[in-house]
């Protein structure tokens, strides 16, 4: 066994023609060894500027791409981790790294599904497919985590003079979105038998989930570190505040983070950035309006033109609780498989100018509940999206009599 390089420039030397051989074709197992022979723990840094340094001597981001699952492959185990220093819940880490958590055991579960029906411990029908179809559904919500990375934190590292990675990164991300698309579109088909399944979990569903968890080790051992050490914190306050607008994964997170130089709160902040609201009827401060909308007996929540949920109430005796990581994700996933077609119907039906509201309502919990789909549109009748509403409606059903403003008491 050779002696182990490490010495830095001898070790990017080294990593770097280890590589190349595998752009040149040499396999996995081959490179690993000669890997493990070689070298021991490689700095993320080194990584990291080996990648950036492959790009700009001309190997083609989408040769550097095809190589990715191959050298991480190659790597996996032998980053040398630095110790990330204290990160505060609710950071933009925090939440990244909580989201991976929940995303691994989307994986896991997909992948154990898919296992038992292999191996005939579960049945292949309409119910395991469903519970398939709403595990993928879940999965997308990945969608969310990449933006934020390549809207929100891509562009602090490039401004660094970081671009290669986060290049290689973002095409890692279209490729894993495409296999979980194409496996929701498999897990659609009708009568699908079990050789066709597992054919089909072999080469798309399958790759998909390894897909997203290959990419939380990348983001774990790799991007996060060099982000911490990369951006400040008036970076890292910037990605937070913006963080909103996109939408979690699968985690809402607990903890409203702000540094500590941070003097005023997020209300007075949008109170002192948006003034004042002004309608045709009247005007509001962003206060009001909040505190209105949560004071309302009744939950809302609103849906974009682009089928997102984009809003929900926040009163205290929700009748639907929601959590914020629904935020930009499509409402059909949202809901239960069984039951997304007929949401879909129903915005169809909006959007095609057939209904405008759908009411429906139901017993839960002893109580009785009524729920109605508004479809909104503006003055020129161009369609905006949907307005839920949910209301417990039992104390209108037993009322009797009168009761005037008159007798009003405490």
């Known amino acids: 066994m050779s002696e182990l390089i ?21 396999s996995e197992q081959k ?21 950036q340094e492959l790009i700009s001597e001309g190997l083609p981001e989408q040769e550097v791409l095809k190589l990715c699952d191959a050298h991480s492959a190659v790597l996996q185990g032998k980053i040398d981790l630095i110790t990330v220093k204290y990160i505060p819940p609710g950071h933009p880490v925090d939440v990244f790294i909580n989201e991976n958590k929940e995303l691994k055991k989307i994986a896991s579960a997909i992948e154990n599904l898919i296992s038992d029906i292999e191996k005939n411990n579960e ?18 919500d990945v969608d969310k985590h990449y933006k934020r990375k ?9 401004k660094a003079g970081i671009t290669g990675p986060p290049k290689v990164m973002w095409g890692k991300h279209d490729e894993i979105r495409e296999l979980i698309k194409g496996s929701i579109e ?13 054919a089909s979990a072999e080469m798309i569903l399958l790759p998909s989930i390894h897909g997203v968890v290959d990419m939380t080790r990348k983001e774990e051992e790799i991007l996060f570190p060099m982000s911490l050490d990369t951006l400040n914190e008036a970076d890292w306050y910037d990605i937070h505040k913006q963080s909103l607008e996109i939408g979690f994964c699968l985690y809402d997170p607990q903890v409203d983070w702000k540094p500590e130089w941070i003097k005023n709160d997020k209300l007075h902040e949008l109170n002192k950035n948006g003034e004042i609201i002004q309608l045709p009827s009247g005007s509001f401060s962003i206060e009001e309006l909040l505190t209105i909308l949560n004071t309302l007996p009744v939950d809302i929540t609103f849906v974009d033109k682009d089928d997102k949920v984009k809003y929900f109430s926040q009163g205290n005796e929700r009748i639907f609780q929601r959590s914020r990581a629904i ?6 996933h949202c809901h239960p498989p069984a039951s997304a077609h007929i949401v879909d119907k129903i915005i169809t039906d909006f959007k095609k100018g057939i209904a405008s509201r759908a009411p429906f309502w139901i017993n839960m919990n002893g109580k009785m509940i009524h729920i109605e789909y508004f479809a909104l549109r503006n ?32």
């Open 6 to 26: 490490n010495n830095s420039s001898d070790r990017k030397r080294k990593l770097k023609e280890l590589i190349l051989k595998l752009h040149h074709g040499e």
């Open 31 to 51: 490179v690993r060894q000669e890997l493990l022979n070689s070298l021991s723990q490689i700095p993320y840094g080194e990584v990291v500027e080996v990648e």
């Open 123 to 140: 049945p292949l029908n309409d119910g395991t497919i469903f519970r398939l179809r709403g595990l993928f559904n879940a999965l997308f």
């Open 150 to 158: 390549e809207y929100l934190l891509f562009p602090f590292l490039e």
């Open 186 to 198: 498999i897990l659609q088909t009708n009568d699908i038998q079990k050789e066709e399944f597992l």
């Open 327 to 332: 935020l930009n994700r499509d409402v059909r």
């Open 379 to 410: 003055d020129k009748g161009e369609y905006l999206g949907v307005l839920e509403v949910s209301h417990d409606v039992t104390v209108y059903r037993e009322l009797q009599g009168e009761q005037r403003i008159l007798s009003y008491t405490k």
